[in-house]
């Protein structure tokens, strides 16, 4: 079959599927024709380490990947890469718009690169939306074209990531109300429908490769995968182990249509793509993976294929070591770094300077928190020192420095080593 790999920048889960009114239809309707994961969580929220563990199946420290690969950081072994997987099994390959998993995209080995692939991640006040678009109709071109063998496509979209397009006139932030844990305020409310607006144009350009699919006569031999690399580039979001850091969209379409206009609460992660795209090719997983094939959920032989998912953060733009363990109902966060949060970590935005301006540097980031996610769904209980909790508490920090020790997590010898280039 082929495969159709969507990911947006820093969207969360913030899409009209999910329930949020963000005018994405198109997303809509692909998961009204595919299957919604309500519980998906990438494996750091950070954009290269997250990007990277879903494309090589592992932990973002297996695969070597502890900052940003528009600084210099990346993987360990470009050939555990999806894409070089694929191209060994017979796939064609090609990327258009953006990849985050390597300092230049022909070190990853994709066949054809499309589109206009001219990017400098770190010149964000450009025209995303016209540069979106203009890769949209390259990658819905590529889909059109006569092909001797299955093709494997990487289309990568700059929206949503800050900064957002102008606002849409259509879209009166008078009559908004911003997410969690947003303040209600002007400010951010014009913020919110900034963001709104590049949603739209996101969704768009998903409409534009999912129209060439369905021209193509190709819906029926196309697996389809939507997805977002973390949460909204907000504080206590984005580069945060809180469910609004690690909480992501995640739609797939197979080619038989399984569990059609479903919405499953199993706990998933990023690094289970590849193991899925494995058994769903029919091609033997490699021993590196580390994750677990979606394809009996989506077969409906198991209602779940994992009791925890397993995140990290190492370096954004600072240095911050965290690692986090979360089940259904339980969240476990080890912060190995500072008390206190750190401001380049948290991409600029008027919602950082309100938070700024009133304090957000004084507030106290614990060494440890636990959560009670069914009582505490947001997350701002802090169990970690209840006694009621004490067992659960252990339970789970076994279970996170098992995770740690099985995948051989650097952080157990010490502080991650932090290369120059990556600052």
Known sequence: MNIVYMHTHDTGQYIQPYGFPVPTPNLTR?????????????????????????????????????????????????????????????????????????????????DRILGNP????????????????????????????????PFFLSFGLFNTHLNFPQADSEINPDYLMPPFPFYDNRANREQWAAYLTSAKAADRCVGIVLEALREANLEDETLVIFTTDHGLPFPRMKCSLFDTGIGVSLIIRTPQKHRK??????????????????????????????????????????????????????????????????????KYIRNYGETSYLTPNVDASEYRSFLLKHGFLHVEKPQEMLFDLYLDPVERVNLADDDNYRDVKKQMESELDHWMQATNDPLLSGPVPVRRAWS
Request: charged share 20%; proline share 4%.
């Open 30 to 110: 692909l998961a009204e024709d595919g299957v919604l994961f309500r519980h998906a969580y990438c494996a750091g929220p950070t954009c290269s380490p997250s990007r990277a563990a879903l494309l090589t199946g592992m932990a973002a420290h297996s695969a070597g990947m502890f900052g940003l690969a528009h600084l210099g950081a990346q993987l360990d072994d470009y050939d555990r890469h999806l894409v070089r997987f694929l191209s060994r099994n017979g796939y064609a390959t090609a990327l258009c718009g953006i990849q985050h998993e390597a300092p230049e995209a022909d070190m990853i080995g994709y």
């Open 118 to 149: 001219v990017f400098d991640m770190s010149v964000f006040d450009f025209d995303s939306v016209g540069w979106d678009l203009y890769n949209a109709r390259a990658a819905a071109a590529y889909i059109r074209e006569e092909k001797s063998k």
């Open 261 to 330: 206009g479903e919405a499953v609460d199993a706990l998933v992660s990023h690094i289970d793509l590849f193991p899925t795209i494995c058994e769903m090719t029919g091609l033997p997983g490699p021993d590196w993976l580390q994750g677990h094939s979606l394809l009996p959920i989506l077969e409906r032989r198991t209602d779940c294929v994992r009791q925890a998912v397993f995140a990290e953060i190492n370096h954004h733009v600072d240095y911050e070591p965290m690692r986090c363990v979360r089940s259904e109902r339980y």
